[in-house]
Nanobody, 112 residues
Framework: QVQLVESGGGLVQDGGSLRLSCAAS????????MNWFRRAPGKEREFVAG????????SYADSVKGRFTISRDNAKNTVYLQLNNLKPEDTAVYYCNGAQYWGQGTQVTVSS
């Protein structure tokens, strides 16, 4: 059993930055590839970024490449998502995911 808890969301201005964290409980955290997804108002959930269990391989949605960075610290059971140069269209609830496990989400709001 793994529990995921996101934090770090908030309200920022266009061009601002945030760092999201996803704290995982459970001894098998380091064996999971981890992902960030988001759901904007009125839209379906979409993939944002993913990272392999070791952190060696990352992938990003085209809409966030060059602006967002995913990383992980297996010693701290935590996955991060650095969000830079935020745009109003990045406004969404951001969710952490690993295998079949999901966090409750953290709200990111970008004002223009």
């Amino acid at each position: 059993q793994v529990q995921l808890v996101e934090s770090g969301g908030g309200l920022v201005q266009d061009g601002g930055s945030l760092r999201l964290s996803c704290a995982a409980s459970g001894r098998t955290f380091s064996s999971y590839a981890m992902n960030w997804f988001r759901r904007a108002p009125g839209k379906e959930r979409e993939f944002v970024a993913g990272i392999s269990w070791s952190g060696a391989i990352t992938s990003y949605a085209d809409s966030v490449k060059g602006r967002f960075t995913i990383s992980r610290d297996n010693a701290k059971n935590t996955v991060y998502l650095q969000l830079n140069n935020l745009k109003p269209e990045d406004t969404a609830v951001y969710y952490c995911n690993g295998a079949q496990y999901w966090g409750q989400g953290t709200q990111v709001t970008v004002s223009s």
